[in-house]
């Protein structure tokens, strides 16, 4: 809560499903946040505004494209015109096209990096229009493992994951620079449940899958509220992102050549892909299915990595104190040794 009772103002972009549907949904339980929704389709917004009401939160309903800057600000502008200044900014919406580069058009690379590259930036203007004067606030950039390793059949994704990395540097950089106290961190996502799968534009002859192992988006957006909270440069959510950022670091002419064999088959299922289904690359797809997509199955529920990089403070005060014990119990009998000698 802000000044000790007042809901904090979040404002989350492609908040009507999947991860940004996990997003709101732990914003309003955890503190009946006042939420800004900007998305695009208004079934699926409205949903969302359900949930957040239903959770104790407080929801407004932002139907916009973040790929179009006017209208990103014209979002901003109302959310604190209804619910006061912004203290959190969570920049999440993407769009994708499974596809080999070859097989790629130049307007579906276009559209996924105004979606999934300038929304983010769209967004973080937006915010720091506000915060800046005020000196204070939050934003939160939802990245992947893939901004730090470009995988087959996702260039424009990973392209983009590549910007928003390089962006955040640099912004940070300046703010660090200009000694503001607004915050800004990237929060680094693994494969997720959600229904994107369904939805991103597929050139495959078979469905998309995300890689394993899959975790649900509870996990991610337990990240980004923690992330709203502490002041971290950057989060890494479950292992599969750890082991790909490091191994990228360590070996990436081994992971080319890995990739090359795996990354194929891993993510696509046995189903044959509808080549007729309609994709939300530039319209929004129909309907509404929350936050999960159709892995419930196969998807963890919870991160032994990210519990542990979320509560390592505490987990190194403990094995300090632990250590602390063991030298006093050593020095003890040492001490009571020479007496005895």
């Given at each position: 809560?802000?000044?000790?009772?007042?809901?904090?103002?979040?404002?989350?972009?492609?908040?009507?499903?999947?991860?940004?549907?996990?997003?709101?949904?732990?914003?309003?339980?955890?503190?009946?946040?006042?939420?800004?929704?900007?998305?695009?389709?208004?079934?699926?917004?409205?949903?969302?505004?359900?949930?957040?009401?239903?959770?104790?939160?407080?929801?407004?309903?932002?139907?916009?494209?973040?790929?179009?800057?006017?209208?990103?600000?014209?979002?901003?502008?109302?959310?604190?015109?209804?619910?006061?200044?912004?203290?959190?900014?969570?920049?999440?919406a993407m769009t994708s096209v499974f596809s080999a580069i070859k097989e790629m058009t130049a307007a579906?690379?276009?559209?996924?990096?105004e979606v999934t590259y300038l929304g983010f930036v769209n967004g973080s203007l937006a915010a720091l229009?506000?915060?800046?004067?005020?000196?204070?606030?939050?934003?939160?950039?939802?990245?992947?493992?893939?901004?730090?390793?470009?995988?087959?059949?996702?260039?424009?994704?990973?392209?983009?994951?590549?910007?928003?990395?390089?962006?955040?540097?640099?912004?940070?950089?300046?703010?660090?620079?200009?000694?503001?106290?607004?915050?800004?961190?990237?929060?680094?996502?693994?494969?997720?449940?959600?229904?994107?799968?369904?939805?991103?534009?597929?050139?495959?002859?078979?469905?998309?899958?995300?890689?394993?192992?899959?975790?649900?988006?509870?996990?991610?957006?337990?990240?980004?509220?923690?992330?709203?909270?502490?002041?971290?440069?950057?989060?890494?959510?479950?292992?599969?992102?750890?082991?790909?950022?490091?191994?990228?670091?360590?070996?990436?002419?081994?992971?080319?050549?890995?990739?090359?064999?795996?990354?194929?088959?891993?993510?696509?299922?046995?189903?044959?892909?509808?080549?007729?289904?309609?994709?939300?690359?530039?319209?929004?797809?129909?309907?509404?299915?929350?936050?999960?997509?159709?892995?419930?199955?196969?998807?963890?529920?919870?991160?032994?990595?990210?519990?542990?990089?979320?509560?390592?403070?505490?987990?190194?005060?403990?094995?300090?104190?632990?250590?602390?014990?063991?030298?006093?119990?050593?020095?003890?009998?040492?001490?009571?040794?020479?007496?005895?000698?």
């Open positions: 809560m802000k000044n000790g009772n007042s809901p904090r103002v979040i404002v989350v972009t492609g908040a009507s499903a999947g991860l940004g549907r996990a997003i709101v949904q732990a914003f309003a339980k955890n503190e009946g946040a006042r939420i800004g929704l900007i998305a695009r389709g208004k079934e699926r917004l409205e949903a969302a505004k359900c949930n957040v009401e239903e959770l104790g939160g407080e929801a407004l309903i932002l139907q916009a494209d973040v790929a179009d800057a006017s209208a990103i600000e014209a979002a901003a502008e109302k959310v604190e015109s209804e619910f006061g200044p912004i203290d959190v900014w969570v920049n999440n579906e690379f276009k559209r996924v990096t229009r506000r915060m800046l004067p005020r000196d204070r606030g939050v934003i939160i950039q939802v990245g992947s493992a893939l901004a730090y390793r470009g995988i087959p059949l996702q260039a424009a994704y990973c392209a983009s994951k590549h910007a928003i990395q390089g962006f955040v540097d640099s912004l940070r950089s300046e703010l660090i620079h200009d000694r503001s106290h607004v915050r800004v961190t990237m929060v680094q996502m693994p494969a997720m449940n959600t229904p994107q799968f369904d939805w991103v534009k597929s050139h495959l002859e078979k469905r998309a899958q995300p890689v394993p192992p899959i975790y649900q988006p509870e996990i991610g957006a337990a990240a980004v509220v923690y992330a709203s909270r502490h002041p971290r440069r950057e989060i890494f959510v479950g292992m599969p992102t750890v082991k790909a950022i490091v191994g990228n670091r360590l070996f990436p002419g081994l992971l080319d050549h890995y990739l090359a064999r795996a990354a194929f088959e891993g993510q696509q299922t046995e189903e044959p892909e509808d080549p007729n289904r309609l994709s939300n690359l530039y319209e929004p797809a129909p309907g509404d299915h929350g936050a999960h997509g159709r892995f419930d199955a196969k998807a963890h529920t919870s991160s032994p990595q990210l519990w542990t990089s979320l509560h390592r403070k505490a987990l190194i005060s403990l094995v300090l104190c632990g250590l602390a014990t063991i030298g006093l119990g050593w020095l003890k009998r040492q001490t009571l040794s020479k007496k005895i000698s």
